[in-house]
C-alpha cells in the first residue's frame, strides 16, 4: 500500500546522544520534507529534498541535518540532542511538479530530558 | 514573505451543526494554491481540501466546502452536518503557484471541538 512512515513514533532520550529519525514513503515521490512542531502549534519547514542527492534547509534554522540517498528514504539526524530539540518532528513527501499536495507522515514526538 | 493567519485558536461545534473557520493570507502573487489540512489528536495529517487560485469556483469535497475571496485574500472551511470524527487540529496552508518545491506556508491551526 502506497504510504509514507515514520519510526520510531515516539522517542525519549537523554542530552548529547546521537539521533536519526527515519522516514520513508512508497509512493514514488521526488519531493521530501522535514517539518517541526511543538503542541498545538504551526508546523515550521526544517529541510527538503528535490530528489536523490539533493537536501535544502527550510525556513526554520534547525541544527538537525538530512541524507537523501535513495528516492524513498529519508533521514533526519540529530548529532547531539538537547532539551530544545524537543519537538514533534512531521515528515513528508510530494509527487513532482508544481501541483502536487504534501502527504504527511504519522509524526515522531521527540523529547529530550 | 508569504503569511496565513487563523484568528481562531479553538472553535465548538455541537454534532451535525455547520461550522465556519477562517483563514486570511498574505501574497504579492496572482497564482497560488491554497489548502486545509486536519491533524486529528496522535493521528496523522490529511488533506480536506485545495484550491487554485486560478478557478473562480469555490472547491468542495462532500460535507466541506471553501468560500474564497481572491480580492479579500480569505479562504474558510465550511464542515457541514459536523461529525465527531471532525474533531481535529485543522491547518490553513498556502503555497505559490511558482514554487518548485511545493513548501507550504501554515497558519496556526484552529482545534475544533464537536459535541454529542
Known amino acids: 500500500e502506497a504510504d509514507i512512515y515514520q519510526t520510531p513514533r515516539y522517542l525519549v532520550i537523554g542530552t548529547g546522544k546521537k539521533i536519526t529519525l527515519e522516514c520513508s514513503q512508497t509512493m514514488g515521490h521526488d519531493k521530501m520534507y522535514w517539518y517541526q512542531q511543538d503542541p498545538g502549534m504551526e508546523l515550521h519547514l526544517i529541510h527538503y529534498?528535490?530528489?536523490?542527492?539533493?537536501?535544502e534547509k527550510g525556513d526554520l534554522s534547525s541544527e538537525s541535518t538530512v541524507s537523501r540517498i535513495r528516492t524513498e528514504h529519508f533521514p533526519l539526524t540529530l548529532e547531539s540532542a538537547r532539551p530544545s530539540h524537543t519537538s514533534q518532528y512531521l515528515c513528508a513527501s510530494s509527487e513532482y511538479g508544481t501541483s502536487g499536495s504534501p502527504f504527511f507522515g504519522p509524526g515522531t514526538r521527540l523529547t529530550v530530558l | 514573505a508569504q503569511t496565513v493567519t487563523q484568528s481562531q485558536p479553538e472553535m465548538s461545534v455541537q454534532e451535525a451543526e455547520t461550522v465556519t473557520l477562517s483563514c486570511t493570507y498574505d501574497t504579492s502573487e496572482s497564482d497560488y494554491y491554497l489548502f486545509w489540512y486536519k491533524q486529528p489528536p496522535s493521528r496523522q495529517m490529511i488533506l480536506v481540501i485545495r484550491q487554485e487560485a486560478y478557478k473562480q469556483q469555490n472547491a468542495t469535497e462532500n460535507r466541506f466546502s471553501v468560500n474564497f475571496q481572491k480580492a479579500a485574500k480569505s479562504f474558510s472551511l465550511k464542515i457541514s452536518d459536523s461529525q465527531l470524527g471532525d474533531a481535529a487540529m485543522y491547518f490553513c496552508?498556502?503555497?505559490?503557484?511558482?514554487?518548485?518545491?511545493?513548501?507550504?506556508?501554515f497558519g496556526a491551526g484552529t482545534i475544533l471541538r464537536v459535541k454529542s
Open positions: 529534498s528535490y530528489g536523490v542527492n539533493s537536501t
Open positions: 496552508a498556502y503555497r505559490s503557484y511558482m514554487e518548485y518545491g511545493n513548501k507550504l506556508v
